[in-house]
């Protein structure tokens, strides 16, 4: 059994939280005001996920980067390598916003999508 | 000879493009948004991360698709928009003196005037932060512009002053980037940003936050090579004794936003010396006759759905000022007192007023469990319990036109602390 | 082998090097930093000074008095703002009446004309934002305000339309006596010249002392300013002063031409020739001694501070020094307060001591004037359109608080400007009321593509001032 202490994201109140661990899974939250930091504490022991934005070069583009976004969250302790992955590639213009950058993103199944577009140079 | 037009809306940032659709929508044909920056969108446009247009779409956006949606809109509409175009002046009769590369200098005189400028960042002078003024020091929102829009990199070892979102995020950005972010320090005992953003953006990547803390130093006479930071007591005064030196190759400052006002300013428009924004009635009308103002040029806001939301209010009342001039009947003023900063509107008209009006609202400190508490010439009109208030989020109080007593000369916003329902 | 070599671009050797390019002459001005205007130039008070302060007899009363008869001439020539806005200085005690006095008649000797003193109405009157607690005022109508950017850049670029040349980022490291004059060992190589003349501010008594018999010593004498925003600059129309103290004129509230509001000097000796800093102690001096002048300074309104060093010699002299110091050794040297206003006459009066030595005879086609950037802003309506029309670059702001166009800053690049700072100094973009938030990014696009080098090798102010460190990933294009 384990204990970790969180910060709800919930809303601007920051409760803090203590999930209590067994064999990975969280067997409850105290500290929290309302029902959201329950739902955020269970995912973010478990299973902790962020939405990753960044930015790609483009080559022969108007503009040297554009943005992008992962399709969906992606799990925390592959940011990092997202971001790594992210530096080292390059998009050729012309590239619209919703197009399909990088279809899986380090590993995780989901895709890096453009935010917005680009014209050719 | 003169260029006439309608409408002219300063700003293609959030604020003109909600304002311009809902002004056409409304049944102004005539209009022209005039945008400085080589494309619509505004600050947006740098704000890559995501979590715009939860309350306008339901969904999380990042800056650029958030402002794509409002672009299409407007081009759909077919209203024209002159980029690359600076408004010099502005007259108190509404004639606006703009420049551009392509249509060179020319005057506009507009039959109303919609003010959505934004804000800028306030820079170290103003801060008074002693040492050098070497290279590496940047506002985070130019930074921002820097690393998201021109792929440039400011440093590879930073420290960030002032944990206001803009802030916060660029501590996440550079990391992304590979750098490394040593500190973001905080003057006053709370962060101004986003709970979730001080989790995601520096929680997530061990970034050490430290509140009431500030640069008292910035050595390096040409590049920064470090800054000195020290504790600060309750009057934001230096403790001495406390001061320790994080070398970093660069500085970032988050320590505010102003609404650019030098335009209404030069039209004669009355301000507020605590927004820093024009004073407005329920209609967002300034003090000039056909002026309305909108967005973070009223007031600074944290999220962009309330400063789309205000400016369509804006768009909506430029068009009923067009349509039938609308009278100035009886003032009634709105007075933020104990603890209630300012209110926006500042006024309303009880005999013109729409069916109700959304009044905007900042605390100067934090509170739990803590009401902000309405009243109409002292007697309580609503009783709003919060469990907790912050100065860096934004409160909105809407008021219907039946609850206000007519003849009600002011009504008084302010919290009152204690047991909540 | 030049006939005369220059050491330091600040405004004094920029206004040696103008005159003496009057002459038929091979000289060169040799300047450590990136650009000219880059030491005590850059920051000081910017305003030229009436003449009652300084000691009845000495160089500084002389050329004081000279150079603020010869500037407004100098500067219309030169085509920079020049506002002869009067100065008053303020006495804030019935006792120090006498001292107030005193100053006035110190002046008449100078030879400063128009000199009144003002009773507490009169003074209130003419400046109603000066402080009630002061009880009189000297009044110098000849006080005036001037651009020491502006000063230090026309005088550069007129030196160099009649032949001078400028060598940058060349740091003198010793000089030499040879057969022919001397050898100057810089960073950047050997020069050979005739002549030399010593105009390097700080640093001018460590080149002296190189070569002349008699020492001096110069501590600087740091002073740190605040600047508000343009919207503060008509909070007074004088240049307001306080009744002197052994350390210097005081602290100043005065208009810029550009119309900020600028506070300053504080004055505090230091040994370190480096340090630019500004530190929390002298901000609040600063702030303490201005609101004795100004009641109600709008504080919040600052946009920028900075520090300024001035060449005080503490030892081998007790004013300027001025003159052939050793064979064929110029000195111009101790030039602080008032060096800036002092800078034509010191000009003229070297070079031509520098010529009847080298027995040069005047040139015939002395360039007399010079044509200033074209300031964008200020042009009337019809004007600027057609010049609009003409390049459409004068239409695209670049730096929104100060309104300066694209034109303007590739005409700053096409007379010298590398860097932010270099833009800023001649141009003003970047020098408003967001320092450069919005604009910086704009200029260095601009500096980059005019003079074709890559926006990560640009700095902000020369050396080791590099803006960026790369580009924010591994793939380049």
Known sequence: MSERILTCIGCPMGCMLTAVLENGTVTSVSGNTCRRGDDYARKECVAPERTVTGTVRVANGSAPVISVRTASPIPKDKVMEAARVMASTAVSAPISAGDTVIANLAGTGVALIATRGCEAR | ?421 | MYDVVIIGGGVIGCAIARELSRYQLSLCVVEREEDVCCGTSKANSAIVHAGFDAEPGSKKALFNVQGSQMMEQLCRDLDISYDRCGSLVLCFDEQDLPRLEALRLRGIENGVEGLEILDSAALHKMESAVSDKAVAALYAPTGAIICPFGLTYALAENAADNGAQFRFDTCVERIERTAEGFAIHTSNGVLESRTVVNAAGVYADELHNQLCDSKLRIVPRRGEYCLLDRKDGKLVSHTIFQLPSALGKGVLVTPTVHGNLLLGPTAADQEDKENTATSAAGIAALTAAAALSVSNLPMRDVITGFTGLRAHITEGADDFVIGESAEGFFDAAGIESPGLTSAPAIGAYLAQLVAQKLQAAEKENFIATRRGITPVKELPFEERRALIERDAAYGQVICRCEQITEGEIVEAIRRGARSLDGVKRRVRAGMGRCQGGFCAPRVMEIISRELGVAQTELTKSGGESRLLVGYTKEVQE
Request: hydrophobic share 40%.
């Open chain 2, 1 to 421: 000879m003169m260029r006439e037009v309608q409408l002219a809306i300063i700003g293609g940032g959030p604020a003109g493009l909600a304002a311009a659709i809902a002004a056409r929508e409304s049944g102004v044909q005539d209009i022209v948004i005039i945008e400085r920056d080589r494309e619509l969108g505004g600050i947006l446009n740098q704000c890559i991360h995501a979590g715009f247009g939860l309350h306008t779409f339901g969904e999380e956006l990042t800056g650029p698709e958030y402002a794509a949606r409002f672009i299409a809109q407007v081009r759909a509409l077919e209203i024209p928009c002159l980029l690359d175009t600076m408004v010099l002046d502005l007259s108190e009769d509404r004639v606006l003196t703009v420049t551009s590369r392509k249509e060179g200098l020319q005057q506009i005189k507009a039959g109303a005037v919609i003010l959505a400028m934004g804000c800028r960042e306030r820079p170290r002078g103003a801060l008074n932060i002693p040492g050098f003024r070497c290279a590496g020091v940047w506002s985070a929102g130019t930074a921002q512009r820097l690393v998201n829009m021109e792929g440039m990199m400011p440093g590879r070892e930073v420290v960030i002053l002032g944990s206001g979102d803009i802030g916060l995020i660029m501590a996440r950005r550079m990391t992304m980037e590979g750098a490394k972010v040593k500190a973001v320090a905080e003057v006053l005992p709370y962060s101004g940003g986003l709970k979730r953003n001080i989790v995601q953006c520096l929680e997530d990547f061990d970034i050490p936050l430290l509140l009431s803390h500030t640069v008292v130093d910035i050595h390096g006479k040409k590049r920064l090579e470090g800054v000195t930071l020290a504790q600060v007591d309750e009057n934001r005064a230096p403790i001495a004794g406390t001061e320790q030196y994080i070398p970093c190759d660069t500085l970032l400052l988050s320590v505010g936003l102003l609404p650019e006002n030098e335009l209404s300013s030069s039209a004669g428009v009355s301000l507020s010396p605590i927004t820093g924004g024009p004073v407005v009635g329920d209609d967002l009308a300034t003090s000039i006759d056909g002026v309305f103002a909108c967005g973070n040029v009223l007031h600074v806001h944290d999220l962009v759905d309330f400063v789309s939301q205000e400016a369509k209010q804006a768009g909506e009342s430029a068009a009923r000022y067009l349509q039938q001039h609308t009278q100035i009947g009886q003032r009634t003023e709105l007075r933020a007192v104990n603890g209630v900063r300012y209110t926006v509107p500042q006024h309303i008209d009880l005999a013109h007023m729409g069916e109700e009006v959304t009044v905007r609202m900042r605390v100067g400190q934090p509170y739990r469990r803590a009401a902000i508490c309405v009243y109409a010439d002292g007697t309580l009109l609503r009783r709003l319990p919060k469990l907790v208030l912050a100065p860096g989020e934004m409160e909105r109080v809407t008021l219907r036109r039946d609850q206000i007593p007519a003849g009600t000369k002011e009504i008084t916003f302010c919290i009152e602390e204690g047991e909540t329902k």
